[in-house]
C-alpha cells in the first residue's frame, strides 16, 4: 500500500487546492530524500541458509538504521567486512560461539539479554553451535561520525569502537528492543523517534565501548588510566573469561609493563585487575546458574575456573553458598 496515495475524493479535492498540492509534493520530496539503508554492506547474515528471517526495516525509510530480527540454526563462515557499526542481541537459546578478528580468537557463551558489539570495518569469522533467536541492529558510519562529532565536540580526530562479546547491559538492550518494536507501528512517523532511539544508542556506544575520552581525560594522563585502557582491559575479561587470563593478557594492549598497570588500575578501581576478573566470573556464574539449566561443571569451565571443585570452593566464600543451592533458592 502506497501511503502517500489519498483516497479517489481526497485526490479530487487536491486537484483544486494548489495549497495541498505543494504539502502532497513536499511529502513525495521529503520521502524520496532518504537513501535506504545500504544492505548490500551488511555482513549478509540474512542470506545464510540457517538464517530464517522473521522481520526487517527494509522499506521504511530508515536511512541511518537497520534492524533485523532472525532464528540462526548453527553455522560456521566468514563474514565481510561492513563499515557500520554492528550490534547482535540474544532474545532467546543459547550458543558457544567462536570469533575470529583479525586473527585472534574469542571465545564465550551468548544468553539471552547478552550482546556483542563488531566495530565498523572488521571482517570476522564465525561459529555457533545451536539455535538462537537474534536481533540485529546496524547504525551506518556517516550517522555515528556525526554523533561522534556531537559528543567530541569535533575536538577528536578519531574514534575506535571497541568491539565485544557476550556481554550485558540494560540501556543498549532497552534502546535496541524499542527500534525493533517501531517496526510494529505504522511507517508514517516513525522515523524522527526511531532516528532519536538510534542517536540515543550510537552516543552510548561511543561513550562506554569507545576509545572516546572526555575533554577532561585529554589532558596528561601519565599517571592514571585512560577510558581506552580500561575499556580494553575490560573487553578482555568479557571475551577472554573461559580462558586462563595471566597478568600479561590483563595488560595487553595497554601499553605499560604489567606492574604499572596493576597499579595504575588499583588506583582508579580500588580494585587489583585479578580482584575484578574474579568478581566478573562469578557475576556471569551467578547468571548462568540463574537464567540457565547449563551443568555446574560446565558453568565452570565458561567461567575460567580450573575445575569444579575449585569452582564451588570460590563461589562459596563468594556467595555465601554453593552452585547447586544458589541455583535452587535463587539469588534470595
Known amino acids: ?44 547474515f540474512g542470506q545464510l541458509d540457517s538464517c530464517r528471517t522473521l522481520r526487517t526495516s527494509a522499506g521504511r525509510n530508515w536511512d541511518n538504521v537497520y534492524i533485523s530480527k532472525q532464528i540462526e540454526d548453527p553455522n560456521e563462515g566468514s563474514f565481510r567486512a561492513s563499515p557500520h557499526l554492528f ?5 532467546s537459546g543459547s550458543t558457544r560461539v567462536i570469533c575470529n578478528i583479525q586473527s585472534q580468537e574469542y571465545r564465550a557463551y551468548l544468553h539471552p539479554g547478552q550482546l556483542s558489539i563488531l566495530a565498523p570495518n572488521q571482517p570476522v569469522n564465525m ?79 561511543l561513550r562506554k565501548y569507545s576509545t572516546f575520552r572526555s575533554p577532561q581525560s585529554l589532558e596528561d594522563s601519565s599517571g592514571e588510566l585512560t577510558r581506552s585502557q580500561i575499556a580494553r582491559f575490560r573487553e578482555m575479561v568479557d571475551t577472554r573469561m573461559s580462558q586462563k587470563l595471566t597478568l600479561t593478557d590483563l595488560a595487553e594492549g595497554s601499553g605499560l609493563s604489567t606492574g604499572h598497570f596493576a597499579h595504575l588500575f588499583k588506583q582508579a578501581t580500588g580494585t587489583t585487575p585479578y580482584q575484578y576478573l574474579l568478581h566478573s566470573r562469578i557475576d556471569r556464574a551467578r547468571y548462568l546458574l540463574a537464567k540457565t539449566s547449563m551443568p555446574v561443571v560446565r558453568i565452570a569451565a565458561e567461567c575460567g575456573f580450573s575445575d569444579h571443585v575449585h569452582f564451588t570452593r570460590v563461589f562459596s566464600k563468594t556467595v555465601g553458598q554453593p552452585p547447586a543451592a544458589f541455583r535452587k533458592h535463587g539469588s534470595d
Open 1 to 44: 500500500m502506497n501511503t502517500l496515495n489519498p483516497p479517489p475524493n481526497e485526490q479530487n479535492f487536491r486537484q483544486h487546492d494548489p495549497a495541498a498540492s505543494q504539502v502532497q509534493h513536499f511529502k513525495q520530496g521529503y520521502v524520496a530524500s532518504f537513501r535506504e539503508f545500504p544492505l548490500e554492506e551488511t555482513h549478509s
Open 87 to 91: 550490534i547482535s542481541l540474544t532474545r
Open 127 to 205: 561459529k555457533w553451535d545451536r539455535r538462537i533467536h537474534t536481533t540485529h541492529l546496524y547504525l551506518r558510519n556517516t550517522f555515528l561520525n556525526e554523533v561522534a562529532g556531537d559528543i567530541t565536540r569535533n575536538q577528536s580526530s578519531s574514534i575506535d569502537i571497541v568491539g565485544r562479546l557476550a556481554f550485558m547491559d540494560p540501556l543498549l538492550e532497552g534502546l535496541i528492543t524499542a527500534i525493533d518494536d517501531a517496526m510494529e507501528l505504522g511507517i508514517e512517523g516513525t522515523r524522527p523517534y526511531v532516528e532519536h532511539l538510534a542517536r540515543a544508542a550510537a552516543c552510548h556506544v
